[in-house]
């Protein structure tokens, strides 16, 4: 069963900007409110990389290539997370997806967006 959707993906310009979605449709309020939510993204013929982690506290890490240009944030009341990147470069262009850690390390995925970013 789908534990994490992710949205939001697509093809722009460099320099443009998108917003990402991450739900988490089976969660009840209290349990996504105690839940780490990081993004990753998987470049074409690379291995998975770390973009941004916001923890259940809302404490914040960005991957260095990301800073200033990325904002992460969460919802639980809509049991939501975000990521809107603003100045995408081609480097960007990856599958990104979202997790959801929980207390005991237990973590669940989705299956990922797609962005491309056009020179």
């Known amino acids: 069963q789908v534990q994490l959707v992710e949205s939001g993906g697509g093809s722009v310009q460099a320099g443009g900007s998108l917003r990402l979605s991450c739900k988490a449709p089976?969660?009840?309020?209290?349990?996504?409110?105690?839940?780490?939510m990081p993004w990753y993204r998987q470049p074409p013929g690379k291995e998975r990389e770390f973009v941004a982690n916001i923890k259940s506290d809302r404490s914040i890490k960005y991957a260095d290539s990301v800073k200033g240009r990325f904002t992460i944030s969460r919802d639980n009341s809509q049991k939501k997370v975000y990521l809107q990147m603003n100045s995408l470069k081609p480097e960007d262009t990856a599958i990104y997806f979202c997790?959801?850690?929980?207390?005991?390390?237990?973590?669940?995925g989705g299956q990922g967006t797609q962005v491309t970013v056009d020179p």
């Open positions: 089976r969660n009840i309020f209290s349990v996504f409110s105690i839940t780490d």
């Open positions: 997790n959801q850690v929980y207390p005991d390390a237990r973590t669940y």
